[in-house]
């Protein structure tokens, strides 16, 4: 059991209104922590610390700042089983994935960050012999970092890395749901002697902290990972603040499996795509569709391979998925499944509870038979349910798939990679794998277009977002 407690100006410290709230272990239920339900006051005084804290640390040298986020990166390495384990016990993530993923692309975003900082150059431009600009960049300030909870120390790292890096100073805001490895993260923070205020973590809900935290007046920029309805809300929050913003936010992820793809090694992305941790990640796969020449070929062998997972305790290396993270979250998934059997789907694998005493688990649930137009295909499921339906022309799936409100990633299998290209570039999102699915380049822009998001992190487009240029123009 984790006592948490927040990590304001270097000193862990309680809410001020002394009250606290549990996570629960959802392979358990059991409670797993205990964290503090804060507010506006313990915002008000990590956002005073952090704006102290800024004074110093805006100007430290990159190079002073890559040893911190190196410092980190051996810290997690050394309590990588300690990290793994709260993982897992958190969200309910197998221990393998925590052990194979979240960890290692933690670490790998301090370490990727922290050399980073060190390529990045000024530059300056002649006019003519009477005049130069030196075109330098700068901190923006205090950073709101707000995370949702599927991954949770993996997006929390994803931004604390790039921020201290470019010379911010940060006030994170992680899900209540799953906050235990970002409090380790606090703590580990706190022994490598990262001065105070630099790194602060206020735990609580989104209505009592975060929407201070994005509105308060000193805070420069936010950077927010999570639901579009939230994204929207914090929109309107901070509307003509001219904060900073980048919003990475729900999806509606299609997959195209093209008449030429080779059908043994579609299937099996297209079940990591589909239920890695419990379809639970923002980049899954949601709708697939399958050329018609292919479709019952492609359908009878994904139903086979899905048929074979296996669900169960996560703390076991045999299970592909454990459970959903919350209550809550099952209870969403289950009605999403029961709304499309209403509406006509057919079901052809999955949807059956497992028979656990305790714990949200779920089979991985496979539905078709749905109309191409049907309504229930707008919202994001964000748990193990996909759709899968034909297509005949490429011309009809892409028309469909750019229907949609979302535009985070897509996917699409073809021999024929000119061709896969051809389909890529008339997807509207932001990524698109072609014969692959999730594998991460982290200079490469990172966000979603339409109601997936707004701007780009990840290597210099990170650089860009937590700093500022400013010009000096030199005559003579
Ligand atoms: P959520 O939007 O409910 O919560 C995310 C975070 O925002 C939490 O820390 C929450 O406490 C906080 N929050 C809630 N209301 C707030 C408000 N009014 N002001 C400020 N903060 C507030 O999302 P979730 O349920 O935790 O996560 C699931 C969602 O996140 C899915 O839609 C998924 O697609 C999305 N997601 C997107 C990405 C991406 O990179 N695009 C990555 C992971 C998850």
Aim: aromatic share 10%.
């Amino acid at each position: 059991m984790y006592t948490i407690q927040n990590y304001i100006d270097g000193r862990f410290q309680n809410a001020i209104n002394s009250k606290s709230m549990e996570s629960l272990n959802p392979a358990t239920e059991g409670a797993i922590a205990t964290l503090p339900n804060s507010d506006y006051r313990d915002v008000q005084n990590a956002v005073e610390s952090a704006e102290q804290a800024f004074q110093n640390w805006s100007q430290t040298t990159p190079s002073y700042r890559s040893k911190f986020l190196h410092a980190i990166a051996d810290g997690i390495e050394k309590k990588f089983d300690a990290f793994a384990l709260a993982e897992t016990e958190d969200t309910g993530k197998p221990l393998w994935l925590s052990k194979k993923v979240d960890i290692p692309r933690a670490i790998a975003n301090f370490r990727f960050f922290a050399d980073h900082i060190l390529t990045i150059k000024d530059f300056s431009v002649q006019k003519d012999e009477k005049a130069t600009s030196l075109i330098t960049r700068h901190p923006v300030g205090v950073a709101a970092l707000i995370t949702p909870w599927n991954l949770p120390l993996y997006l929390l790292t994803w931004k604390i890395a790039p921020a201290l890096a470019c010379g911010n100073t940060v006030v994170c805001k992680p899900s209540e749901v799953t906050p235990v490895t970002a409090f380790l993260l606090s703590q580990l923070m706190d022994e490598i002697g990262l001065p105070k205020g630099v790194c602060n973590m206020v735990f609580g809900t989104g209505q009592d902290v975060g929407e201070f935290l994005v509105a308060h007046p000193k805070v420069r920029l936010v950077s927010f990972t999570g639901g579009t309805q939230t994204g929207r809300a914090i929109e309107k929050a901070i509307a003509g603040s001219f904060k900073k913003t980048s919003m990475e936010l729900g999806g509606k992820n299609p997959i195209v499996v093209d008449q030429d793809a080779d059908i043994d090694q579609t299937v099996e992305w297209v079940i990591k795509a589909s239920f890695m941790n419990q379809g639970q990640i923002c980049l899954c796969g949601e709708r697939i569709f399958v050329h018609q020449k292919i479709f019952e070929m492609f359908l009878e062998k994904f139903i086979k391979e899905t048929k074979k997972l296996t669900v169960g305790d996560p703390m076991i290396e045999q299970s592909f998925m454990g459970p959903l993270v919350s209550k809550m979250h099952f209870d969403k998934v289950k009605n999403s499944i029961a709304l499309r059997i209403k509406e006509g789907a057919r079901l052809v694998a999955g949807d059956e509870n497992i028979e656990h005493e305790k714990g949200y688990y779920l089979r991985p649930t496979i539905l078709t038979g749905l109309t191409k137009d049907n309504a229930c295909h707008v919202d994001e499921i964000f748990g193990p349910v996909v759709t899968v339906e034909p297509f005949e022309t490429i011309e009809e799936v892409t028309r469909i798939i750019n229907e949609s409100p979302y535009g985070l990633c897509a996917a699409v299998f073809s021999k024929d990679q000119k061709r896969a290209q051809e389909v890529a570039k008339k997807i509207q999102a932001a990524t698109v794998w072609i014969n692959c699915w999730l594998v991460r380049d982290l200079r490469v822009p990172f966000g979603g277009v339409k109601n997936s998001g707004l701007g780009r992190e990840g290597g210099d487009y990170s650089v860009d977002f937590y700093t500022e240029y400013q010009t000096i123009c030199t005559g003579t």
